[in-house]
């Protein structure tokens, strides 16, 4: 496989790389689960901190279950994304170098995605 040079670069300096800029940008500020299942999440929240007058330790045990659940349901929503990400590379040795930068690019995204997390 050949490597990308500076040559190869500077070649490809005048291509649109506008969509690309577009994907990455809204793959970078999509949120981390469906709007449904954060809103689910979210008022499961304000039940617990709303009980938690009356019944403050029941709240916290539920506060904890919570938390848990979300943080399972974040790492299987990553781990399908590497997934993904990594079926876009894996295809064998016919990978062009294009891809791979594609692929290294959306990369970068998701890796940013988890430490803003």
Do not use: C, H, K
Not at 20 to 38: G, I
Not at 64 to 86: G, K, N, P, T, Y
Not at 101 to 110: I, P
């Amino acid at each position: 496989m050949a490597e990308l040079t500076t040559r190869d670069l500077a070649g490809n300096a005048g291509r649109d790389t506008r969509d690309e800029q577009v994907e990455t940008r809204s793959e970078e500020r999509s949120p981390l689960l469906p709007a449904d299942q954060s809103d689910g999440f979210t008022a499961r929240w304000r039940e617990i901190q709303t009980s938690f007058v009356d019944e403050p330790r029941t709240s916290v045990e539920q506060a904890d279950a919570l938390v848990a659940e979300l943080m399972q349901r974040l790492a299987a929503s990553f781990s399908d994304e590497r997934q993904r990400l990594e079926e876009q590379w894996d295809s064998g040795d016919d990978v062009s170098t294009e891809e791979l930068r594609v692929a290294l690019t959306r990369y970068r995204s998701f890796f940013d995605r988890l430490l803003s997390a």
